[in-house]
């Protein structure tokens, strides 16, 4: 992509953002239907993922040689509690709508969760200037996500008492699997938003009402 | 008996040689004489008890052993014989006895069944070896973390008499194979004690990885013992290891280690290990047991932010560790403690080299303050990048020596600087003051506020005002306060101007300097008005018509007007009467007031809005003088005119100077100054000077409140030179002199003080070139010059010039400043009719007078004359022979006329105007001529026609240029080379043209333009460039755009390069038309190129 077209887009999603607050579905004061949030919420993905490249140069560079080689792909080792993003084909078809949203919002309360830590633990300040702007563009998505299940009327999951990721680097956890931990939540990350993506883009096409029924819809609420 | 006994040769012998070398010799000696004598016995007597031989292995018990013979089961009783029958029975080959005292002991061992077999032994302590027993490692422990094995045994020293030295030798050895690694030793004392011992050592590689083994023995050094000593046997040897999970480890885990050593690392696995890095680095791999791997790191280098990574890679699987190479913590430098409000010390530091070493690595300090006992410890900011080195400690109250030692400690060392610091005298550095104000107190005084942190309440703060004059001057003023915790304070600032703006700002320390706080920010401050300090400078003048008086006053400056002048009084009071003008606005500095001549005393005053300043007075009297007064000169120094007086000690007032401009009209009055009454010099200046004008100076003096003029001088700044000539005419003028007469220049032209006129003059006609180089720089030497010093004369009469002759007359005017412009005049004399009869005259009798005595000579002489020049002719028809010489000349001549009947021919030859009047003879015919370049030049109509007899062969040259000019001429020329040159073949002639227009070897060769017919000829004709040797007429005669340039363009390739000079082709241009070859060789290369894009 050439560099003009990404600062656009960075420009375009910026915009997105900033008008986070004013998303129909979050606020439930109009009812637009949960189609332009879900658009939002689609390219703020896209948006995350373009920021995600950016981040993770940085933070695998940190990390030193091997973890910013290439082809460096290591067994996931350690990093057990992070939520993984892979997932079988026909799994993910047979997904209904709240199922597909839930398991994107526990996924990302879950991830938020692990980079803040990540944030605390990082030795340079740029770093965690970096991590720390991230976060609440993940912030950001959390709430996009919420609102998408809110205008569609699905509860929010709530987390389980004592099941809430906490960043404890103990003893136990060396520096080596500190780092293996740190470079799968990436490597989650990345997934988990090409995942949303396609969940998103799947989402939008399917709830898109057709423009007679909005019409339809509007009138009946004008009288 | 006499018998000596074999001692035992010990089994190992130690690398001890200093026990080597006393008793081995002794022992060998005694081995061998022992051998000799033990043959000779048991020849005597077979079955004795024989090889007695005695170790101790704590010096109180010798167990002494010997051999007998086999195969019986005998008592033995030994006895010492020196010990009152001390005898022991055993039933053994061996027994223990006490031991004995140095010195030979003779020893018997009966075996008691067989009396007749005794043997007896002469027993020394010297023979004796103290082997000690061997040592047991109580306990081996390992650290892991740290790779360190701790050791631990009981040296037994409750068996030993005395005290002795102990070595003991650890060895540490690895892997199933037991491969030795270190062997050390380590040096205890018995002391009589069963004591225990420690020892620790730290291993290169983690313990983890493999199994370590340690064995031990000793070897005691007593000095009271003067037998054998040897190492005790190796004690049961101890292993370390590390029982593994299932899970791949990487060990050391998250070391840090200094920058420059060497790291060992391992991998404890159950696969095989294909790879191992660091960092980028791929490591070549140590094998130890199993599957277990390391490898070795040298001089490490300081770790990345992250540390450095070390990985080791499976066929599926990757573990790793990560190591911190970096430095210990630097001693802190630049410690400093200094408070900044006496309730808090801030202890700044640097720390000195990066340790390389960040997150949990990273130095830890603290501060601790000895004489208190108190700590602070240093909290890392949270932006790792703004860290400023710095500890608060909060300051004990009535504390002011405090002694601080900062301590720096990372994993790798520690380090730590001390300060000791007296905090209330050198060590407060007062916060920047703050609500800095600045408020009036009157008109010179202002009062200055400020607020100061801090609790200073037991000593004086110093301050230190800096007052800003009108954003020029500066002064500084120190102030003392009282201390106070936390305050305001206030100073009253004096001794300043009224009505003037003040830049105001403060800073302060205590008392006990150290350091200034910051400058406060800067605060500006008009003081108040105050009424005028004086009254104005004032001067009066008689209007021109003596009527009025006009009263002038200077307006006041700012340090004496002490504010806004708003208005001026003038008032004129004579005993009679008083007339004043008020409220003059300020602008006005001068008022007119119409009075008679009485004596007045004009009063100004000037008015601010506090008050009217004291009036300035002058009387209106001008004292008449008696003498008249003389006109001086003065001139200036540039900027300003110095003016001298005598002493007068009537002079009671003042002195004033006036001057004016006095080219200028109206009243003389530009400016004035006032000297003191005992002055008696004073310097004008103004900016108002202006160089080369001419000023009028009026040297007043006051007496009995009159003024009277003293002197008047006219004088300049700086005199330049005249800006005009002086305009002059001639009055007369005779046939030898001239009278000139000319005008005085004006004084606003002549810019100093006129010193004279140079004139010049000498002979010069008007518009003719010498009259140009006739000026006075000339120098030119019939120019002569008058100086006229005389500045009054202003006429000149110039004498002794020549008649009827013009002259140049310059004149010019000079002062100090130079030499003016000139002005000139041309005159010519008039004629000197006496001098022109005389010179007709004088000819004309001389003409006559030479005629005369011509013919009186001639006369006189007139036969020798005719003799000379005209002698008699004798008549040739009277001479015989000369009637033969004249038919002979008659004959030849005859001949030649009739050999050649002369029939006159016309030769014409068209030929150019340079040629042609060379042509003197036609036998001359200038190849020139010839030439089509000359030709084409060449106008028809300019022939010259020689007349001459020989036949005439007529040839026609075709001339292309001549054609193509659409002219023709046709040459008609006498064959001459035929009869001089008859060998010279035409083409060469057609190459001399070549010759004779300069060298051209080489011709222009027309490559890129399209050569038109016309156009292609003179562009070679003109080029003087790089030619072929060639004809060049010949290269036109065909174009390219000739149909057969296109024919014969097949031909181009064969004849080689057309621009080579080697070429015959262009060389031989061709003469046949006809000729194919020659043509193509003739144009074949502009084609080429000409051909080329069409291809």
């Not at chain 1, 940190?62 to 993984?84: I, K, Q, V």
């Not at chain 1, 991230?134 to 950001?140: A, I, V």
């Not at chain 2, 010990?83 to 002991?105: M, V």
Request: charged share 20%; aromatic share 10%; proline share 7%.
């Amino acid at each position: 992509m050439p560099t003009g077209d990404s600062w656009g887009l960075l420009a375009c999603l910026c915009t997105v953002l900033w008008h986070l607050p004013a998303v129909p579905a979050l606020n439930r004061t109009g009812d637009p239907g949960p189609g332009p949030s879900i658009q939002k919420t689609y390219d703020l993905t896209r948006y995350l993922e373009h920021q995600l490249r950016s981040l993770a140069g940085t933070y695998l560079n940190y990390l030193g040689p091997p973890f910013n080689e290439p082809d460096f792909n290591p067994p996931r080792l350690g990093a057990d509690t992070l939520p993984r993003a892979t997932v079988d084909l026909d799994v993910w078809r047979s997904l209904n709508d709240k199922l597909r949203l839930t398991q994107n919002y526990e996924a990302y309360s879950h991830l938020l969760c692990y980079l803040r830590g990540l944030n605390r633990q990082a030795a340079t300040a740029e770093l965690r200037r970096s991590l720390a702007h991230f976060c609440t563009s993940l912030q950001g998505l959390l709430g996009s996500i919420a609102g998408v299940m809110a205008a569609l009327g699905y509860p929010l999951p709530q987390p389980l008492p004592g099941t809430e990721p906490t960043w404890a680097p103990g003893p136990a956890h060396s520096d080596f699997l500190q780092k293996m931990d740190d470079f799968w939540l990436l490597k989650e990350l990345q997934t988990w938003l090409w995942r949303s993506a396609k969940d998103f883009n799947r989402l939008k096409k399917k709830i898109q009402p057709p423009a007679a029924a909005v019409t339809l819809r509007l009138e009946a609420h004008g009288f | 008996m006499d018998i000596y006994f074999c001692l035992r040769q010990p089994l190992e012998m130690v690398d001890s040689k200093r026990m080597k070398t006393s008793s081995n010799f002794q022992w060998l000696l005694s081995s061998f004489i022992l051998l000799c004598l033990m043959n000779q016995v048991n020849s005597q007597k077979k079955g004795a008890p024989h090889d007695l031989k005695c170790i101790t292995n704590n010096l109180k018990v010798w167990d002494c052993s010997w051999k007998a013979p086999s195969g019986r089961d005998t008592l033995y009783e030994v006895c010492i014989e020196n010990r009152f029958n001390s005898c022991y029975r055993s039933e053994k080959t061996n027994t223990k006895i006490p031991a004995l005292l140095p010195g030979d002991h003779e020893i018997s061992i009966n075996p008691i069944h067989n009396h007749s077999s005794i043997s007896k032994f002469i027993l020394n302590e010297e023979n004796i070896s103290l082997i000690p027993d061997t040592p047991e490692i109580l306990n081996l422990t390992a650290d892991f973390s740290t790779s360190a094995l701790h050791i631990k045994w009981n040296d037994k020293g409750s068996a030993f008499p005395h005290h002795s030295n102990v070595t003991w030798q650890i060895e540490i050895l690895r892997k199933k194979k037991m491969e030795i690694v270190t062997l050390m030793t380590h040096n205890t004392t018995l002391n009589g004690k069963d004591t225990l011992h420690h020892w620790s050592w730290t291993s290169d590689m983690p313990l983890e990885c493999v199994t370590h083994y340690v064995r031990m023995r000793c070897y005691i050094d007593d000095l009271h013992f003067s037998g054998h000593k040897e190492w005790s046997d190796w004690s049961p040897v101890k292993n370390i290891s590390w029982s593994p999970d299932y899970q791949p480890k990487v060990f050391p885990e998250d070391k840090v280690v200094l920058v420059g050593s060497d790291v060992t690392v391992c991998c404890v696995i159950q696969e095989k290990v294909i790879l191992a890095q660091f960092g980028k680095e791929k490591c070549s791999l140590i094998h130890l047991d199993g599957e277990n791997v390391a490898i070795k790191i040298y001089n490490i280098s300081v770790s990345p932010t992250s540390g450095t990574n070390v990985v080791f890679t499976t066929d599926t699987n990757l573990v790793g560790t990560v190591i911190f190479a970096g430095y210990p913590p630097d001693i802190p430098q630049k410690l400093n403690c200094e408070t900044r409000d006496l309730k808090e010390i801030i202890c700044t530091w640097n720390p000195g080299r990066p340790t390389g070493l960040l997150g949990p690595h990273n130095t830890s300090y603290t501060l601790f303050e000895s004489f208190s006992g108190k700590n602070v410890t240093f909290k890392r900011a949270e932006d790792p990048a703004d860290i400023s080195y710095q500890l608060f400690f909060q300051m004990i109250p009535n504390w002011e020596i405090y002694n601080f030692t900062l301590n720096a400690r990372n994993p790798l060392g520690q380090s730590e600087s001390t300060i000791l610091v007296n905090i209330t005298k050198r060590a407060v550095y007062p916060h920047t003051p703050t609500s800095f104000k600045v408020k009036d107190t009157n008109s010179t005084a202002v009062s200055l506020s400020w607020y100061l942190q801090g609790n200073f309440a037991k000593m004086h703060l110093l301050c230190q005002v800096e007052i800003t004059k009108s954003n020029s001057v500066q002064e500084l003023r120190n102030v003392t306060v009282k201390g106070v915790e936390d305050s305001s304070y206030f100073v009253v600032v004096g001794k300043l101007s009224p009505y003037t703006n003040y830049t105001f700002r403060i800073r302060c320390s205590t008392e006990t300097f150290w350091k200034w706080s910051s400058w406060t920010i800067e605060k500006q401050h008009l003081t108040t008005e105050a009424i005028p300090s004086k009254g104005p400078d004032t001067w009066r003048e008689w209007s021109s018509d003596g009527k009025n008086l006009i009263i002038y006053w200077k307006p006041l400056p700012i340090n004496e007007a002490n504010g806004r002048i708003l208005s001026y009084n003038v008032s004129c009071s004579s005993d009679e009467e008083t007339q004043s003008l008020s409220e003059i606005p300020d602008r006005q500095h001068k008022a007119e007031i119409q009075l008679d001549k009485n004596d007045y005393i004009i009063s100004v005053v000037a008015k601010n809005s506090v008050g009217s300043s004291p009036p300035s007075k002058i009387a209106s009297m001008e004292i008449p003088n008696e003498d008249d007064l003389k006109i001086e000169q003065a001139v200036g120094m540039g900027n300003g005119i110095f003016l001298s007086w005598n002493y007068d000690p009537n002079m009671t007032c003042d002195y004033v100077i006036k001057w004016c401009n006095s080219s200028r009209p109206g009243p003389c009055l530009m400016d004035w100054k006032k000297v003191p009454s005992n002055s008696t010099e004073a310097v004008i200046e103004s900016d108002q000077f202006r160089p080369g004008v001419r000023y009028n100076f009026f040297l007043y003096g006051c007496r009995n409140q009159g003024y009277q003029l003293l002197r008047s001088i006219m004088g300049y700044i700086e005199e330049l030179a005249p800006i005009v000539a002086p305009n002059f005419t001639v009055e007369d003028t005779s046939a030898d002199s001239i009278l000139v007469k000319w005008e005085d220049i004006p004084v606003e032209e002549l810019r100093g003080f006129l010193r004279g006129y140079l004139f010049y003059f000498g002979k010069g006609e008007r518009g003719t070139s010498k009259m140009r180089g006739l000026g006075p720089e000339t120098g030119h030497s019939d120019i002569k010059v008058k100086n006229i010093t005389d500045i009054s004369q202003k006429t000149l009469k110039i004498a002794d010039l020549q008649g009827k002759t013009s002259y140049r007359l310059v004149l010019r005017a000079y002062t100090d400043g130079g030499i003016g412009p000139e002005k000139s005049m041309y005159v010519v004399t008039k004629e000197n009719s006496v001098g022109l009869i005389i010179a007709i005259l004088i000819p004309v009798a001389v003409a006559v007078i030479v005629g005369v005595v011509t013919s009186i000579l001639c006369y006189r002489k007139r036969e020798w004359i005719k003799e000379t020049f005209y002698p008699d002719i004798p008549n040739p028809e009277n001479c015989k022979a000369l009637q033969f010489q004249k038919s002979v000349c008659e004959g030849n001549s005859a001949l030649t006329l009739e050999m050649n009947p002369c029939t006159p021919n016309n030769v014409e030859v068209l030929e150019t105007r340079t040629v042609v009047p060379k042509i003197e003879d036609t036998e001359i015919v200038s190849p020139v001529a010839e030439h089509p370049e000359d030709s084409s030049e060449a106008e028809p109509e300019n022939h010259v026609v020689v007349s001459y007899c020989p036949p005439i062969i007529e040839e026609e040259i075709p001339n292309p240029v001549a054609d193509e000019a659409g002219g023709t001429s046709q040459v008609i020329y006498i064959d001459v080379q035929s009869m001089y040159q008859p060998q010279a073949k035409p083409e060469e002639q057609e190459n001399d043209p070549v010759g004779g227009s300069g060298y051209k070897p080489q011709m222009h060769l027309p490559v890129s333009s399209p050569v038109e017919d016309g156009t292609a000829e003179d562009d070679l004709d003109d080029t003087a460039g790089y030619r072929p040797q060639a004809n060049v007429s010949t290269w036109h005669l065909v174009s390219p755009d000739s149909p057969r340039s296109t024919d014969s363009n097949s031909e181009v390739v064969s004849f080689g390069s057309p621009c080579s000079i080697n070429s015959r082709q262009f060389l031989l241009p061709p003469k046949d038309e006809d000729s194919p070859k020659s043509t193509g060789g003739g144009w074949s290369f502009t084609n080429f190129f000409q051909n080329k894009p069409n291809d």
